[in-house]
């Protein structure tokens, strides 16, 4: 996975904050590939040069955490998707309808898959993707979790582990704009890995699917 990149929009110099524990995280984790900090007022995060935009990005990034404030998540996606980022999980809560829909027209228009908004994160152990801020990291294995509320999905992450059982990968959908709980079912169902789902969901956007 040396060829793979994730970007986090929203890197800040300030421990503690939502932007900077994602970046630790998926630093801290073991991800072989390329981690892009992106913060306008920074020129270097932890001694990694930081870009000023997503429009400095270099092509073809895979995954692009956002978390920015409420009104620039729509030119944020916008400009990811310029960049050809491939999919964006948007951790910023408190969006309005208009700026709701704006960030699913702007993914839909570039071809990005979104998670979220309103969210905590993605997680692939297997490949040592951390891209949430939980205290501990997951551990790899056969469980695959989906979850509405990300904090349930925490401690059910962390219960598994006690009993033993890790994690293929881990999704906190949010507010499902675009992926969710059937898209990850799909997906594990061919993922060669996955052997246990594990769903916390509020509501079915297509339960006949389901």
């Known amino acids: 996975v040396t060829d793979r990149s994730v970007a986090v929009i929203g ?16 630093r801290g984790a073991g991800y072989a590939g390329r981690v892009y900090p992106v913060n306008p007022h920074a020129r270097q995060i932890d001694g990694e040069p930081a870009l000023a935009s ?17 009104a620039a998540v729509v030119d944020t996606a916008e ?29 839909r228009r570039h071809g990005m ?3 979220g908004p309103n969210c905590f994160g993605v997680a692939v152990p297997g490949i040592g993707l951390d891209a949430t801020f939980a205290a501990a990291h997951p551990k790899p294995g056969v469980a695959g979790l989906v979850m509405q509320s990300g904090g349930l999905g925490f401690a059910a992450a962390q219960a598994l582990s006690r ?28 993922d060669g890995v996955t052997r246990l789902a594990i769903l916390y969901i509020e509501s079915f956007g297509n339960p006949r699917k389901f």
């Open 54 to 70: 997503p429009a400095d990005l270099p092509g073809h990034v895979d995954l692009a955490v956002i978390a920015v404030p409420a």
């Open 163 to 190: 009993l033993g059982i890790g994690i293929s990968s881990f999704a906190s959908v949010g507010d499902k704009l675009d992926v969710s709980s059937n898209d990850m079912l799909m997906w594990w169902e061919q």
């Open 79 to 107: 400009q990811c998707g310029r960049r050809g980022v491939r999919a964006c999980v948007v951790i910023t809560s408190g969006l309005d309808d208009a700026t709701r829909a704006g960030l699913l027209a702007a993914c």
């Open 113 to 115: 898959r979104l998670i």
């Open 11 to 26: 890197t800040s110099r300030r421990p503690g904050t939502v932007g900077r524990m994602i970046w630790d995280n998926i």
